[in-house]
């Protein structure tokens, strides 16, 4: 099935099996690491809000979650520049943090990011994304919970967008060349 959204078309890439199974891999994984602690969660908003409601829900574990807005992306490439929009609340001082990401691409915007959060003094800060395009990466940021690597094509679906559209996709669907 293909989906056109603005000028390009794009063909299934991730399906919402293989999505929602990296869920439930990565939310047990969590559970085990933070069995006895109860960590403060920051999605970066707007892609990771799919992957961290699915994630959140498979926890166990107490914990909570805040959200905070970078921007680094427009049309389908970064603009290298990292613009916070809305700001955290959260007190983070000897909080175990995790942050999660939609996916890590260049790593730009972690990489501006979490100097700003290790400046709060978190007991401990670990990143989870759903996905990582390895190849694309140019400041290199350490992924302790990962859900796919995957080769540098532009992807939407999942929370993924193209200029605001495709986020609502249940798949992640690839740019068709």
Do not use: W
């Not at 970078?70 to 613009?83: C, D, E, F, P």
């Not at 001082?93 to 003094?121: C, M, W, Y």
Request: hydrophobic content about 40%; overall charge negative.
């Amino acid at each position: 099935m293909k989906k056109k959204i603005h000028d390009k078309h794009f063909v299934p890439f991730l399906s919402e099996a293989q999505i929602q199974d990296a869920v439930k891999r990565i939310g047990q994984q969590i559970n085990q690491d933070y069995k006895d602690v109860s960590p403060l969660f920051i999605a970066i908003l707007n892609g990771s809000f799919m992957f961290a409601s699915d994630l959140f829900k498979q926890l166990e574990i107490n914990a909570e979650i805040s959200f905070i807005k970078l921007a680094s992306y427009k049309g389908t490439s970064s603009t290298g520049t990292v613009v916070t929009a809305i700001g955290l609340e959260a007190t983070l001082h000897n909080r175990d943090v995790v942050i999660i990401e939609d996916i890590v691409d260049t790593g730009k915007t972690l990489s501006a990011f979490i100097p700003q959060i290790l400046d709060h003094h978190p007991h401990s800060l670990k990143i989870c994304s759903l996905l990582h395009k390895k190849e694309a990466t140019v400041h290199p940021i350490k992924i302790d919970y990962l859900g796919f690597e995957i080769p540098d094509l532009f992807v939407v679906g999942y929370g993924l967008d193209y200029d605001g559209l495709g986020r609502n996709l249940h798949q992640i669907m690839q740019v068709e060349n």
